[in-house]
């Protein structure tokens, strides 16, 4: 198995504390955390390590494990991929990334790092507007 690292847009949760309060909700009653996509990743398996980023407000802002992934069948008979999530968010250093459809693979070597404690509170301190025209500004 190999680390393999998938980039999604977070549609619907604006924050990571937004994410995390519906994941929990998903968790308290009783469902597994999977995302479901049309498309399925054709590079050779998921190994540990891998993670799934997602996007909010423009900016890579935290990772997931993606433990497995399942074929789906969804009402319309149509066969899907599902990415089993770790239940653990990971916040990462943001990274600016702009709007697309689907998922992209993300090479291990444009990963963001994970950020500490201390960095990711200063990073939700940061109002998502003034972090975009920050780093429009090349200052973050």
């Keep these: 198995m190999s680390t393999v690292h998938i980039l999604k847009l977070c549609v619907g949760r604006d924050s990571v504390e937004a994410l995390a309060d519906w994941q929990k909700q998903?968790?308290?009653?009783?469902?597994?955390?999977?995302?479901?996509?049309?498309?399925?990743?054709?590079?050779?398996?998921?190994?540990?390590?891998?993670?799934?980023?997602?996007?909010?407000?423009?900016?890579?802002?935290v990772r997931q494990g993606i433990v497995t992934l399942h074929e789906i069948r969804g009402a319309d008979g149509i066969m899907r991929c599902g990415f089993e999530l770790d239940p653990q968010?990971?916040?990462?250093?943001?990274?600016p990334r702009r709007a697309f459809q689907g998922w992209r693979y993300l090479a291990e070597s444009e990963a963001p790092r994970d950020l500490n404690a201390k960095a990711a509170a200063e990073e939700g301190a940061m109002p998502p507007e003034m972090r975009a025209a920050l780093a429009e500004l090349a200052l973050i």
């Design 26 to 61: 998903r968790l308290a009653a009783g469902d597994a955390l999977i995302h479901t996509t049309r498309q399925t990743p054709r590079r050779d398996g998921f190994g540990e390590g891998s993670s799934l980023y997602w996007v909010m407000g423009g900016f890579v802002r």
């Design 89 to 95: 968010l990971v916040p990462t250093e943001p990274v």
